[in-house]
């Protein structure tokens, strides 16, 4: 599995974009690709490179709003980048927790010194973003996988994808 965390202005279509090529024979050699959708949402073709890849699990942000027992509040992040992507693609693929996450950083990370309100402890910071959320789908791959070895990346797109619930947003 590759986590791609990162995000860059879409200029081409996605087979002529560099980063999609190899984006692309890495899916071809069997490895399951997960990539944030980015953090420049909800504009309607916000979706960057390799987000835009139709091949890739590409992973957009919802809050469960602080109520983690409860769904009714939850919602899609401000943030978090939507589709159709440039080639007409609907993107993000799905979409994980991305909101008020608590992990590790290193104390002297560039995000660490420049984000001190978000320090909970010397090594735990609470961050939001679609990077965040493509971590969490990364993780339920890696389950996928243990379990079934010998699914192709395009096996394991399949079952995060029907395995999730529809998102419809109140009107």
Not at 71 to 79: A, G, L, N, V
């Amino acid at each position: 599995i590759v986590n791609l965390s990162l995000v860059a202005l879409v200029q081409s279509p996605y087979w002529a974009d560099p980063l999609n090529q190899a984006v692309m024979q890495a899916w071809a050699h069997g490895i399951t690709v997960v990539v944030a959708a980015g953090n420049e949402g909800p504009e309607p073709m916000s979706i960057g490179v390799p987000g835009n890849n139709p091949y890739v699990i590409t992973v957009g942000s919802f809050t469960d709003n602080y109520t983690p027992n409860s769904w009714d509040d939850d919602y899609i992040t401000p943030f978090s980048a939507s589709g159709p992507t440039l080639d007409g693609f609907v993107k993000p693929d799905i979409v994980a927790p991305g909101a008020h996450m608590v992990s590790t950083m290193m104390p002297w990370s560039y995000i660490s010194r420049n984000h001190q309100p978000n320090q909970i402890t010397p090594l735990y910071f609470s961050m939001a973003g679609t990077s965040l959320s493509a971590g969490v789908v990364s993780g339920l791959c890696a389950l996928i996988i243990s379990n079934n070895p010998g699914l192709s990346p395009d096996q394991v797109k399949f079952r995060v994808m029907n395995t999730a619930f529809p998102w419809v947003d109140p009107v």
